[in-house]
């Protein structure tokens, strides 16, 4: 108990007492021990306070630890997830770029890859144990020994190293690209392979495509060089077979009836004629030829040209027919179209020979997409959707990759006698149509050739022709206007032996000068339509602004379609296509005369 001290202090005592009672229980003294304990009470106080700040300080620390230790569970839980949404987007990454990880332990024999891999394996992700073995058996058996090249090359350098190889899975070949490292002891012992497999087939295909679609791009670009190259050999090479064929028919009109020449003449006139066909030819593969496109039948076209196919078949071949349901009328001009047909059968009976063998002549709708007009050639400029096909297939000799890469070439040919522009002829009419043309061939399994025409809504047209027959004999004043001195004279001989009077300009600026000097006595102008200078489009304007129905005749070593977009322009003209006979020329002539201008 605290006692007050003389000194005026507290001192805190223990006191000790024991008393005393009588028999009969009556108090009689008590006996008291006083001990000074101040210094234990103050040691005891101080402790007391000492354990409370104490306890205020554990308090406190455990307060800031927990604080930190609740930041420290967000911290971990908010990187738990980030690591997840990580993990999350490299499963997607690899799921999207078709990569896969793995490893193998050699030592351990044990082996471990992601999900993605299993896909790419061609396995359900996580259903079946990763194991070296189950990897084998995957590879290619073609690749075993090259992939077994390559690990034993790049494994002992413990550097990075690549590889491809192919994979067998039960829905077929894969390719995959391996990048891979080892990791070695220090004895050079393997203790660890890793790294990514990458399916790469898709890229591959799609690789192959484009590499596909620039050698057709690069061929259909060639084949059109070459078509203007034709062309314009085609032109000038009708510009000489005017003078020839001209003076040919005008030397057999001038000589007696009983010349020994009229016989060789002759022959140079047909030699001529024949000459003009070959052109005729090489136009139709520059894509240039002459067209009058219409709606044709092409089931009955080829039904008419039945006896024409047989006469050029070999008797030993079998001539068969095969029509869809669909008799499809497509958009082309009829001649043009029958020398494609006769082309395809006179190269299927080439290639068939005597032997015995089939050829088999289809005709059809068809619908085309994107895809499968790529495996044509001028496929990439055809649009999608319906076309009429006609295909012309041969149990024949077949022909190599290398003999296909050149068998539209004009100046290329596998057979003996050297004609191959059968074939090129084929290219440049379709082309000249919009459509396209397939070829499939092996060697010893004969050819199918496929040609694709656009098809027209439009119906087959009866046509009646009414042809004016030419005078007997003409008058009247006609300018021809040509630049090359030969095909002038041979022109002017020509229209005067038939009865004109002829005048002839070398060139439009010429022309146009004389045409306005003597426009009244002018009935008719021959026009040549490419010259140097003034060319002869600007000369027909120049001539139609003076006079609107003046009747022209334009003459070109081209077909027609040169004058595409011209009449438009000017109005209706004539056309004469070089070389030409005295008839052709007179009854153009004539025709332009008595129709004051006249339709192509």
């Not at 499968?372 to 999608?384: D, I, M, P, R």
Request: net charge negative; proline share 4%; aromatic share 4%.
């Amino acid at each position: 108990a605290p006692l007050l001290a003389k000194d005026g202090s507290i001192r805190h005592v223990l006191i000790n007492s024991n008393v005393r009672w009588g028999p009969g229980g009556e108090f009689i003294h008590t006996r008291c021990f006083t001990r000074d304990i101040t210094d234990r009470k103050l040691a005891e106080l101080a402790l007391a306070e000492l354990t409370s700040t104490l306890d205020a300080a554990v308090a406190a620390e455990l307060e800031r630890t927990s604080a930190e230790l609740e930041r420290t569970n967000v911290e971990l839980e908010r990187a738990n997830a980030e690591l997840k949404n990580h993990r999350e987007l490299l499963l997607e990454a690899q799921r999207v770029g078709q990569i896969g990880s793995w490893e193998f332990l050699p030592e351990l024999g044990e082996a471990s890859w992601s999900e993605e891999l299993d896909r790419i394996l061609g396995f359900e992700p996580g259903v079946i144990a990763p194991s070296h073995d189950r990897f084998e058996a995957l590879v290619h058996p073609d690749d075993r020994s090259a992939r077994l090249a390559a690990l034993a090359d790049g494994l002992p350098t413990g550097e990075p190293f690549s590889y491809q190889f192919r994979i067998v899975r039960a829905d077929g070949e894969r390719l995959l690209a391996i990048r891979a490292q080892a990791t070695l002891a220090a004895d050079g012992t393997l203790l660890r392979v890793l790294g990514t497999a990458q399916d790469l087939t898709e890229a591959k295909r799609a690789e192959d495509e484009r590499r596909q679609f620039e050698a057709r791009l690069q061929e259909s670009q060639r084949l059109e060089s070459l078509g203007m190259l034709a062309g314009g050999i085609a032109h000038d090479f009708n510009n000489l077979l005017v003078g020839v064929l001209g003076n040919a028919s005008l030397a057999l009109e001038e000589l007696p009836p009983d010349s020994r020449a009229r016989a060789r003449i002759a022959d140079v006139e047909l030699a001529a004629r024949r000459a003009g066909d070959l052109t005729r030819q090489i136009l139709a593969y520059s894509g240039k030829g002459s067209f009058v496109v219409e709606p044709v039948d092409l089931v009955g076209l080829v039904e008419e040209m039945g006896h024409l196919m047989e006469a050029v078949v070999s008797k030993n071949v079998l001539l068969e027919y095969g029509f869809g349901p669909e008799r499809p009328v497509i958009e082309a001009d009829a001649t043009q179209l029958r020398q494609v047909v006769m082309n395809l059968i006179v190269n299927a009976a080439e290639a068939s020979g005597s032997e015995h063998g089939r050829i088999t002549v289809r005709a059809g709708v068809v619908s085309a997409d994107r895809e499968y007009l790529e495996s044509f050639v001028l496929g990439e400029n055809a649009a999608e959707g319906d076309y009429g096909y006609l295909e012309v297939s041969d149990t024949g000799a077949g022909m190599s990759p290398s003999t296909l890469v050149s068998i539209f070439d004009p100046f290329y040919s596998s057979k003996g006698a050297g004609r191959g522009l059968g074939l090129a002829g084929v290219l440049g009419i379709v082309r000249a149509h919009g459509g396209a043309v397939r070829v499939e061939s092996e060697l010893g399994e004969g050819s199918t050739f496929m040609a694709l025409l656009p098809l027209s809504h439009a119906p087959v047209p009866l046509r009646v022709q009414n042809i004016p027959s030419p005078r007997s004999h003409a008058s009247g004043t006609i300018l021809v206007v040509d630049d090359e001195r030969v095909i002038r004279e041979v022109t002017q001989a020509m229209l005067v032996r038939a009865g004109f009077t002829v005048l002839t300009c070398s060139d439009g600026e010429e022309a146009v000068v004389l045409f306005q000097e003597r426009d009244a006595e002018i009935d008719a102008v021959v026009l040549d339509l490419m010259m140097p200078g003034l060319s002869g489009d600007e000369v027909l304007r120049s001539l139609r602004a003076i006079r609107p129905d003046l009747p022209v005749v334009v003459s070109s070593g081209y077909t027609a379609h040169a004058l595409d977009g011209l009449v438009d322009a000017v109005g209706e003209v004539a056309f004469l296509q070089k070389p030409y006979t005295v008839l052709e020329l007179v009854g153009t002539v004539q025709k332009a005369l008595a129709t004051g201008v006249a339709a192509r």
